[in-house]
């Protein structure tokens, strides 16, 4: 039988097992690298299907299908935890510890389980080697970058990389894949806060204060006029301030006032600019009023590039497999644009040519009204099969039409 053919047949064949691993994932939902539960899963899945499973970094988990036949080595990536969230979803198989598993990733595990069996079996056949990557912390953007510090792209050295992200509560039908475009897609995120310093005192008095809430609502005002007035109109940036915190009551004029923010942005040189503006403006206007500011930026993650020649060879190899209506662009939901949304496979991207797909799984017409990070997310389980399928066909695929010298 040909692969297509028989790839399709067996990942339908072990629907109801990754169901039932995604189910069992899903009512064990555990936080950024700290994943015991969730990784003695996998690696007792893993050992099962006979590999060898290997550590990699702090609740990173790496694999190997292939390696009778020489050829290249691509990696397929996905992702394991979970978040904060107590989850408030209407399921039989409901979140027994206070988190929850909002964002879909206990589908990602288990598709990424099921690739890992349909490889086995294929494995006498694979031109070079799959690599799979079972990543922790992808919510607290620290799961890639941990495994790329403990080698995940080594030895094997890895020459591509693909990861799918499940997608509930958009405007399109389950089981649609979605190929993003080439380029800078998801954004580089950081952290920011913003600490000002003034001198409490009398609210009938404040001749005799320094007031750090008029200090702190100058630099709110002020440094969105980055994004206005300092940078060209195509640059896209998002600069929000989540918590600002302040005073005890309406008398006392307070010591200090604090910020908390993310800033997204896409080029490297408009990161690099937005974060020293944001710093040299704060102090600046601090200091305008009496004050004083401290700015912190706490690195994310960088923005997400999708190689051009992996992005269209993957079209292309995904075609073959899937039916036509079936595999969109991205274009489909971003209008052309950028995703402001961010995705830590992008330490992975900045090493080796790297593509993201979505998967979707869910709308609201089908019953799937909750974005994802909601209490209330749902995921449409049928697409589990789909998603070890893609996964596994694409990396087989690529690795037969690059493995040829
Ligand atoms: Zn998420
Ligand atoms: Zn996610």
Known sequence: MELKARLLESSRAMQDELVAF???????????????????FVKEQLIAMGYE??????????????GQRPGKVFLIRGDMDALPVEEAADVPFKSVNGNMHACGHDLHTAMLLGAAKLLKAMEPDIQGQVKLMFQPAEETLAGAKNMIEAGVLKAPDVDAAMMIHVM??????????????????AAASDWFEIHVQGKGGHGAMPNNAVDPINAATHIFQAIQTIHSRELAPGQAVALTIGKFVSGTTSNVIPDTAHMYGTLRTYEPETRTFVRERL????KATAEAVRATAE?????????????????ESTRTILKELLPENDLLDMSVLTG???M?????????????????LGL??????????????????????????????VYAYAAARWLDEHSKA
Request: charged share 20%.
């Open 340 to 356: 402001s949304g961010s995705e830590d496979f992008a330490y992975v991207s900045e090493k080796v040519p790297t593509v993201m």
């Open 168 to 185: 509930t509560g958009f405007p399109l039908p389950a089981g649609k894949v979605i190929v993003s475009q080439a380029g800078l897609t």
């Open 22 to 40: 995604r189910r069992y994932l899903h009512q064990n939902p555990e936080l950024s690298l700290d994943l015991p539960i969730t990784t003695k």
């Open 53 to 66: 499973p290997q550590d990699c970094g702090k609740s990173g988990i790496v694999a190997i299908a292939g």
């Open 295 to 311: 700015v912190k930026i706490v690195d994310g993650c960088p923005a997400l590039n999708n190689d051009a020649a992996l992005v």
């Open 336 to 338: 052309g644009g950028k």
């Open 279 to 282: 710093e040299a403006i704060a």
């Open 360 to 389: 979707s799984a869910g709308n609201a017409d089908e019953g799937y009204r909750f974005p994802q990070h909601h209490p209330k997310a749902i995921f449409d389980e049928s697409v589990l099969s789909t998603g070890a399928a």
